[in-house]
Nanobody, 126 residues
C-alpha cells in the first residue's frame, strides 16, 4: 500500500523559508515520480513541483520558479520541497503525490498521479 506523509507546514512571514517533507512508504522512489501540489481556498489544485529519480527530471511551476526547489533522498524515501522567499499567495494546503513511472515517463497534470497524501498547511502572512 502506498502511503505518503507530508510534513513541515507552518506559519511564516513573507520572505521567510520553509522546507516540506514527503515521506513515502510502500514504494521506491526509483519507480515513482513524486510531486507537490497546492490548493488555496477557492482555487483549483495547482502543480508546484515534481521530481523523478529515474532521470533526475524536475518540474517547477512558473509561479514558484527561482524560489522553490525539489529534491529526493532515496535512502530516506523522502522528497523535499524547499520554499524560499515565500509570498502571501503561497498560502495553501500542500499535498504530495506519487505517480508510477511508465518506462521512465511521467506527466505533470494532477489526473496522472496515482496516490495522494494528506496535506500540510502553509500560511504566509505579511
Amino acid at each position: 500500500e502506498v502511503q505518503l506523509q507530508a510534513s513541515g507546514g507552518g506559519v511564516v512571514h513573507t520572505g521567510e523559508s520553509l522546507r516540506l517533507s514527503c515521506r513515502a512508504s510502500g514504494i521506491s522512489l526509483k519507480d515513482y515520480a513524486i510531486g507537490w501540489f497546492r490548493q488555496a481556498p477557492g482555487k483549483e489544485r495547482e502543480g508546484v513541483a515534481a521530481h523523478s529519480t529515474w532521470d533526475d527530471a524536475v518540474y517547477i511551476a512558473d509561479s514558484v520558479e527561482g524560489r522553490f526547489t525539489i529534491s529526493s533522498d532515496i535512502a530516506k524515501n523522502t522528497v523535499f520541497l524547499q520554499m524560499n522567499s515565500l509570498k502571501t499567495e503561497d498560502t495553501a494546503i500542500y499535498y504530495c503525490a506519487a505517480q508510477l513511472l511508465d518506462r521512465g515517463s511521467w506527466f505533470v497534470g494532477a489526473r496522472y498521479w496515482n496516490s495522494w497524501g494528506h496535506g500540510t498547511l502553509v500560511t504566509v502572512s505579511s
